[in-house]
DNA sequence: ATAGGCCTGAGT
DNA sequence: ACTCAGGCCTAT
């Protein structure tokens, strides 16, 4: 599953293939991926097709190119997410048609029978967006300014960014993420931590995976309340998730290759370096008690008993402690 | 604050 | 045939 780390991958490989290119056509095979575009495929179309692309930006999940565009006076910019299952390829030759191997063995799967939308660039290259499960998009938005008046993400030249993306918070690579008060702004909800930490309107670009690697990294269990937290572990439980994501983005080189702009979560990086998540019933690399799973807001969560404490009983009580007396 | 919907392929 | 995977949006 494609998170900060691997988004910002994507945007790494993209962008000396798409910055100061113009897309002369918009290929859509499957509209559903225009989900978010107001007017449909026909406004896209028209809102990029001749129009040049000059900045790629990200911030959190959310990538946006700026679009040149002449004569209009709202800067627009094009939009994507990956959702889930999303990735974006670089076609070098997109002239050229890639035919499923004439092989006597069971069919290979052909990588672009999820293609759902490409832009055929000026340079002859396209680029592919594919996603099985459709969660991902591409649509546009017009620019507006950032409220606090800092540059708007990653790669961003000034403090715009699309509308649709305004009401996500910054990410925990921003130099202009304010990590005291999003230490803050955690400790004033009840909320479970986890469930905090996957807010993207708190803190963006966190997904299930990091959410799970970032509390196991700061021996902390994914039902404790953002209330219950004092400012000094919240400020590391944020502290950890950056890390994580951090040495995530080093070793995302490793899976990038340069014709194509790979996200295969589940290679490379994961598979070696996780703690927590996906490891149920295997032994915590820290204290050996087995990693547990549980399902927590309708989505698996992974944590190990042994060095994960279980919440304190300050504060406000759980849901369940308040509609009993405790035993003890 | 929380539940449902969007999606499809792999696994049981 | 049914369950699971889950980011984000909308509705309750």
Same mark, same amino acid.
């Given at each position: ?59 959190? +999940? ?12 709202? !800067? ?15 076609? %070098? ?16 799967? &052909? ?25 991902? !998009? ?25 509308? &649709? ?14 990590? @005291? ?12 931590? +986890? ?46 998730? %950056? ?45 050996? +008690? ?34 009993? +007396?405790? @035993? %003890?």
């Amino acid at each position: 599953m494609p998170e900060l780390p691997e988004v910002e991958v994507v945007r790494r490989g993209l962008l000396p293939h798409t910055i100061g290119r113009t897309v002369q056509r918009v290929e859509v095979l499957d509209a559903r991926i225009l989900r978010r575009q107001v007017g449909g495929p026909d406004r896209l179309r028209e809102a990029v097709e001749g129009n040049r692309l000059s900045d790629l930006v990200r911030r959190g +999940k959310f990538l946006w190119w700026r679009l040149d565009e002449s004569g209009s006076d709202v !800067g627009q910019a094009l939009v994507t997410h990956l959702g889930m299952s999303g990735q974006w390829r670089v076609r %070098q030759n997109s002239t050229a048609t890639v035919l499923p191997p004439a092989d006597s063995e069971g069919p290979a799967p &052909d990588p672009l029978r999820h293609r759902r939308v490409s832009l055929h660039l000026d340079s002859g290259s396209a680029i592919d967006l594919i996603d099985q499960r459709i969660f991902g !998009g591409l649509w546009t938005s017009p620019l507006i300014e950032a409220s606090d008046g800092e540059i708007a993400g990653a790669g961003s030249p000034d403090h715009l960014l699309p509308a &649709d993306a305004a009401g996500i918070a910054r990410d925990l690579l921003d130099p202009a993420a304010d990590l @005291p008060a999003i230490a803050r702004s955690i400790r004033a909800r009840h909320s479970a931590i +986890k469930t905090l930490l996957l807010s993207q309107d708190l803190v963006s670009g966190i997904g299930n995976i990091y959410a799970d690697e970032a509390l196991w990294a700061a021996r902390t269990r994914f039902d404790t309340p953002g209330s219950a937290l004092t400012q000094r572990r919240a400020l590391a439980i944020l502290r950890a998730a %950056q890390d994580v994501m951090g040495r995530a983005l080093e070793h995302g080189g490793t899976s990038f290759d340069a014709l194509y702009v790979n996200v295969d979560g589940r290679s490379g990086y994961f598979a070696r370096s996780l703690h927590a998540y996906g490891r149920a019933g295997e032994p915590c690399t820290r204290c050996g +008690k087995l990693i547990r799973r549980t399902v927590h807001q309708g989505r698996s969560s992974h944590h190990c008993p042994g060095c994960q404490r279980p919440p304190t009983a300050v504060g406000r009580p759980s849901a369940t402690a308040r509609s009993r +007396k405790d @035993p %003890q």
